[in-house]
């Protein structure tokens, strides 16, 4: 509900949810979020540079507004 951006949201078969956002530029992320508050984030973007890493609850609208080029 506190996020500024509305992503695509999936279940998985992973019992997670998936978060998923794409620009014009075709770049895409992914927030995977997991009942025990992990959150895994999978970028890509259009020159082909892609990172994996994990994030807290916290900075999840720091790395949406990132990806989008705004800044919070």
Known sequence: MNLLIQPAIFPTARDSIQLEYENDLGDYLELELFENERIKMFSFDHTGKSLTEEINYD??????????????
């Open 59 to 72: 900075s999840i609208n720091k790395v949406v507004s990132k990806f989008y080029g705004r800044n919070i």
